[in-house]
């Protein structure tokens, strides 16, 4: 089994910024993805960015420029710096981690950081 534990959500105003952390710990193999996504009230979960193993990194169109994913893989910790924030940026931003098992791959969640962006 993997946990995931998120932290650094919270209140803030426009503009401004804040560091979200994803720590895992348990068994973690060889990993392929470890992902942020974030849900709104009211609409689907979406995929904010990624990280592969490899340390290559993807993003939604909606954050690029302004949301930085990264990974400290001695402390299997992934961190999303976002900064500029907008208020369409409130949801709960949820930690996932894909690594390989057997011959396929098993996914594993969070429970959830809840960042709230106003004024």
């Known amino acids: 089994q993997v946990q995931l534990v998120e932290s650094g959500g919270g209140l803030v105003q426009p503009g401004g910024s804040l560091r979200l952390s994803c720590a895992a710990s348990g068994s973690i193999s060889s990993i392929r993805y470890m992902r942020w996504y974030r849900q709104a009230p009211g609409k689907l979960r979406e995929l904010v960015a990624a990280i592969t193993g490899g340390g290559s990194t993807n993003y939604a169109d909606s954050v690029k420029g302004r949301f930085t994913i990264s990974r400290d893989t001695a402390k299997n910790t992934v961190y999303l710096q976002m900064n500029s924030l907008k208020p369409e940026d409130t949801a709960v931003y949820y930690c996932?981690?894909?690594?390989?098992w057997g011959l396929g791959s098993m996914d594993y969640w969070g429970k959830g950081t809840l960042v709230t962006v106003s004024s």
């Open positions: 996932n981690l894909d690594q390989y």
